[in-house]
Nanobody, 123 residues
Framework: QLQLVESGGDLVQPGGSLRLSCAAS????????IGWFRQAPGKEREGVSC????????KFADSVKVRFTISRDNAKNTVYLQMTSLIPEDTAVYYC????????????????WGRGTQVTVSS
């Protein structure tokens, strides 16, 4: 069964950057779209970005457009979320998830989830 592990979360000052990684084991990511989601305390989970299995299609939430990019390295079985110009509102636990449905920020179509990595943006 596919297992996903996120890493790269940290405490960073406003305006800083982080790169999150989503590494897979127990299977190949080649056939999966990967989504990134986040959940802040007291808030609902929010879709942040996704990338299709080929990498040819990507989507971003309006709140992170321009600031975040997503990429994948299927040879490394890993997907990355590059976050720049971070603001306090980006503070959340970030999760990656895999879906055979396609690139969407709708969480219900994702079958496999990681446990999350904490991103805190604060001075």
């Amino acid at each position: 069964q596919l297992q996903l592990v996120e890493s790269g979360g940290d405490l960073v000052q406003p305006g800083g950057s982080l790169r999150l990684s989503c590494a897979a084991s127990g299977g190949t990511l080649d056939y999966y779209a990967i989504g990134w989601f986040r959940q802040a305390p007291g808030k609902e989970r929010e879709g942040v970005s996704c990338i299709s299995s080929s990498g040819g299609s990507v989507k971003f939430a309006d709140s992170v457009k321009v600031r975040f990019t997503i990429s994948r390295d299927n040879a490394k079985n890993t997907v990355y979320l590059q976050m720049t110009s971070l603001i306090p509102e980006d503070t959340a636990v970030y999760y990656c998830a895999a879906s055979q449905f396609g690139c969407t920020v709708v969480s219900s179509v994702y079958d496999f989830w990681g446990r999350g990595t904490q991103v805190t943006v604060s001075s």
